[in-house]
């Protein structure tokens, strides 16, 4: 059916329809519409009678066509079984009727992930984080009328999936928007956040997005300190693509004083669904059928917890920079080298030798597909789909990327297609939710009117970066591009796995050395060479030894980037293990060797036998060190200078301070004259 979709209903104002029967039974009936028309209540009311009579739209069983000779004046052609008094009552009485609402049929995928968080619900399942902060005055009544405007503009926003084993969607007319406000000083940031994630939302009710603001004025404009703002979604009905987008409709809607222009949306959500049930699935079939699927290859379950953990790190501006020219180079987008980052990480987990496949899902936009306006769409479109790929430590990085560029390529043509699909035309029970998940998460370009027209209100906001997303798999990787770089965050069950900062220091380690290392005849082997010295799971316990006989090791973390740029030697302390020093040279970004220092020296013999291996080391020293190893660091240093070396740098940093930031003093300490 084609409507008037810009024009909208005045409440209470009447409209009059006329029914011509038509001259023979099998002629279908004829509504002539006079007066105002909303497009909402008219679908809404052809939704209803096409359930009563059982032909529902999706199996092509609507034959309705609407006309639009001017304004107020429509001519509606029905299916000839249609019950053309009762839609003249329910566009007539519509408030007798009770509520109208628009029913559709999920896609497959909805129906996937609506089915898993009933049948396992938890905190957070299903859903997702992004938070920006806000810098300059904030009006909090314009604020949530901004958000009112862009919920009646667009109709996912106002949908949910009804109760029951086979939920349609329900999309109501009119849904306020869930904005909670908290003062400054009201609440603890990290405490919020991880409260709203233990919340969750649930998908059968109406507003699949929520909105947090920790600070702004209520009633002033003006905002003394930054303003955070958590938006908190359901992968149900919305992916972070499609708030990404809403995100840029709400700054549309506050830089108008709280109401955006024009009618609702289409294609809407309605539109997507369809268009994917007419889609004739003989081609995707044969497609899975004949791929190589092996079951996801897992990560080790080292975790005893419960709930969802979430730990995040990033490539600086310059490495993902070098990132991107790098894989350009080798004609692969850097999806496809974290895709192979991330092979080669489980093929080194599985202790794997020779040539073995390793299976993982990744996810696809769901926007490939032919249908006018789905760029602007908001929607649940990106899909985790499986891929298999053969690790070949023979094989040169180049190839290897290329083979992984290629299954994307191929993924891509049947992106519309859900994992539980494919698992109904392979036999394979455990495609889809099982291993790992990967999601490199593009975002819609800003609207370039968008930044320049806030600047004059004073305002300026900052990037969306994603705090943490809850799936069915174990381990969800998700890479984003934000102001500072690309950033990656590994949101896991604690219950499966516990070593996922390990994990995410060797897949930061990976992807930042593949440009600096890997050339045409590089070995996928070479490349897990670099993780030689870096054990993914826990080694088991050494013998104990008393602290009199215990010997120190000296252990490369990371090779020098040139010869003579100088050695980061990390103290190692009982307490402190060895994941915390593997963070540390895992973002660092320094041309310097780092080497850990595995026992104190705190005795003389032990100190003499520090000094030996010390002695091998390329270049100037600097000594690094977590709280509680600084008396170590700096005895051992003292030694250096009695022994006639240039004096050692001492850095010495809290127990719970941040990787990133020790590895950016450390780097500081290096570049210091001498």
């Known amino acids: 059916m084609t409507a008037d979709h810009s024009s909208h209903a005045v409440p209470d104002e009447p409209i009059t329809v006329v029914v011509d029967l038509g001259g023979t039974p099998d002629e ?28 529902p ?70 859903c997702e984080q992004l938070a920006f902060v806000w ?22 926003l106002r949908a949910a999936f009804e109760e029951g084993p086979e939920p349609h969607i329900v999309l109501h007319e009119r849904v306020v928007p869930e904005v909670v406000r908290l003062p400054h000083g009201g609440a603890d940031w990290s405490a919020l956040v991880e409260a709203d994630r233990r919340r969750g939302l649930d998908p059968h009710r109406p507003g699949p997005l929520r909105i947090t603001v920790l600070g702004g004025a209520a009633h002033s404009l003006e905002a003394a300190e930054p303003t955070r703002v958590l938006l908190t979604f359901h992968h149900g009905l919305l992916d972070s693509y499609s708030v990404r987008l809403l995100l840029h409709e709400f700054y549309r809607a506050y830089l108008a004083d709280g109401t955006l222009p024009g009618g609702e949306r289409r294609p809407d959500i309605g539109d997507y669904t369809h268009w994917v049930a007419a889609q004739d699935t003989a081609a995707a079939r044969e497609f899975w059928r004949g791929c190589p699927l092996t079951p996801a290859t897992a990560l080790p379950v080292t975790g005893t917890g419960s709930g969802t953990g979430h730990t995040r790190a990033r490539l600086t501006p310059r490495q993902a920079d070098r990132l991107v020219a790098w894989a350009a180079n080798w004609g692969v987008p850097e999806s496809s080298v974290l895709h192979a980052v991330w092979a080669m990480l489980l093929y080194r987990a599985a202790e794997a030798t020779g040539p073995t496949a390793v299976g993982f899902s990744s996810t696809v936009s769901g926007r490939g597909i032919l249908l006018d306006g789905i760029e602007r769409l908001p929607a649940a479109l990106r899909n985790p ?22 299954q994307a390529i191929d993924l891509a043509a049947y992106e519309w297609v859900s994992a539980g699909q494919i698992r109904s035309w392979t036999g394979q029970p455990d495609v889809g939710h099982t291993g790992s998940l990967l999601v490199f998460d593009h975002h819609p370009s800003t609207p370039e009117a968008i930044a320049p027209h806030l600047a004059e209100h004073g305002i300026h906001v900052g990037f969306p970066e994603t705090l943490g997303v809850g799936t069915a798999f174990p381990v969800t990787l998700v890479a984003h591009h934000d102001d500072e770089g690309l950033a990656l965050t590994v949101s896991y069950d604690r219950g499966h796995f516990a070593d996922a900062d390990e994990v995410l220091a060797h897949t930061v380690l990976l992807l930042r050395e593949l440009p600096c290392a890997a050339g045409e005849t590089t070995t996928v082997g070479e490349m897990l060479g670099l993780l030689a010295d870096i054990r993914l799971t826990a080694p088991s316990a050494p013998p104990r030894t008393t602290a009199a006989h215990a010997e120190p090791s000296l252990d490369v973390l990371r090779s020098a980037r040139r010869p003579g740029a100088g050695t980061v030697c990390l103290i190692g302390k009982p307490g402190t293990s060895r994941l915390a020093h593997a963070r540390v040279a895992a973002v660092y970004d320094g041309p310097e060797a780092l080497v850990l220092l595995g026992q104190s020296p705190e005795t003389g013999a032990g100190r003499d036998a520090a000094l030996r291996m010390l002695d091998a080391v390329d270049g100037p020293l600097v000594f690094g060190a977590f709280s509680g190893g600084g008396v170590a660091a700096y005895e051992l240093a003292q030694a250096v200078v009695a022994r006639g070396g240039m004096p050692p740098v001492v850095v010495l940093t809290a127990a719970a301070a941040s990787a990133v930031e020790f590895a950016r003093t450390l780097a500081a300490a290096a570049r210091r004259p001498r």
Do not use: K, N
């Not at 107020?72 to 009770?98: E, F, I, N, V, Y």
């Not at 909805?110 to 089915?115: P, V």
């Not at 499986?386 to 290897?400: I, N, Q, R």
């Open 28 to 55: 279908a009936p004829v509504l002539e519409l006079r007066g105002p028309l909303d497009a909402r209540r008219l679908q809404a009311a052809l939704d209803r009678i096409d359930r009563i009579a059982a032909r």
């Open 57 to 126: 739209p999706e199996a092509g069983g609507r034959h309705h066509s609407l006309q639009r000779h001017g304004p107020g004046h429509h001519t509606l052609r029905l299916s000839a079984d249609a019950p053309a008094g009762l839609l003249a009552d329910l566009l007539t009485h519509a408030s007798s009727a009770g509520p109208l609402v628009r029913r559709i049929e999920p896609s497959p995928l909805q129906r996937e992930l609506i089915a898993d968080a009933d049948a396992r619900s938890g905190a957070g399942r299903h």
């Open 135 to 156: 810098h300059g005055p904030f009006d909090h009544e314009r604020f949530t009328a901004a958000w009112a405007s862009v919920f009646a503009h667009e109709t996912v």
């Open 385 to 406: 789909l499986p891929m298999t790929v053969e690790v070949d430590p023979h094989a040169t990085v180049p190839a290897f990327l290329a083979r992984l560029r290629d």
